[in-house]
């Protein structure tokens, strides 16, 4: 049962323009959620996260926007940049657990 | 500052044999975690370590698995005789105390032939 979901395995697009990656969950428990950027042989980085009480969080390029009521976020890199490529997780955080939940992962790829 | 590590970065190993996995966190964190991630998965939950006590392993597979930390820094997972479905990439990860967010080190890749 996949709490978390990322239903598109891979993004592309072209460089300057904005890349939008979605996320979907099931459980209402969750009160907090995160994006993380993944390169081949590395660990995951994190990027940029939202709390439930918030709807919006914005970090330069980088935007994420949470609907609660549809369980459902999504990240928005603008401009984007062919050094934003890589792999993106979605990861969620239950209330009274500190264990994140993540999605399989978005590989977008933007193209010079 | 440094951040987190793990060794070894590559392990091979043969079915049924116990194999360690060591990571390193960033100073002063006390909050530990193990995920791993299977080919073309997302990052799945291991356990968690507050200090040197675990108050969540609910992620554990089977009782194969067991992990420990020592001195509130470093901690050691073991796998005793490993199966092919452990082959995964093994991560570590590290908190400050209160904070959601975590710090992931580069992982190990473990292939059990």
């Known amino acids: 049962d996949q709490q978390v979901k990322q239903n598109s395995p891979s993004l592309s697009v072209q460089e300057g323009r904005i890349s939008i990656l979605n996320c979907d969950y099931t459980n209402s428990m969750f009160d907090y959620f995160l994006w993380y950027k993944k390169y081949p042989a590395e660990g995951p980085t994190f990027l940029i996260s939202?709390?439930?009480?918030?709807d919006k969080n914005e970090d330069g390029r980088f935007t994420v926007f949470l609907n609660k009521s549809a369980k459902h976020l999504s990240l928005h890199i603008v401009p984007s940049q062919p050094g934003d490529s890589a792999v993106y997780f979605c990861a969620a955080k239950d209330t009274g657990r500190r264990a994140l939940t993540f999605g399989s992962g978005t590989r977008l790829q933007v193209q010079p | 500052g440094a951040g987190v590590s793990q060794s070894p970065s590559n392990k091979v190993t043969e079915k049924g044999k116990d194999v360690e996995l060591r990571c390193d966190p960033i100073s002063g964190h006390t909050a530990l975690y193990w995920y791993r991630q299977s080919l073309g998965q997302g990052l799945e939950f291991l356990i968690y370590f507050q200090g040197n006590s675990a108050p969540d392993k609910s992620g554990l597979p089977s009782d194969r698995f067991s992990a420990e930390r020592t001195g509130g820094s470093v901690s050691t997972l073991t796998i005793q005789r490993t199966q092919q479905e452990d082959s995964a990439v093994y991560l570590c990860?590290?908190?400050?105390?209160?904070?959601?967010?975590?710090?992931f080190g580069p992982g190990t890749r473990l292939t059990v032939l």
């Open positions: 990860a590290s908190s400050l105390g209160g904070s959601n967010e975590q710090f």
């Open positions: 939202i709390s439930s009480i918030k």
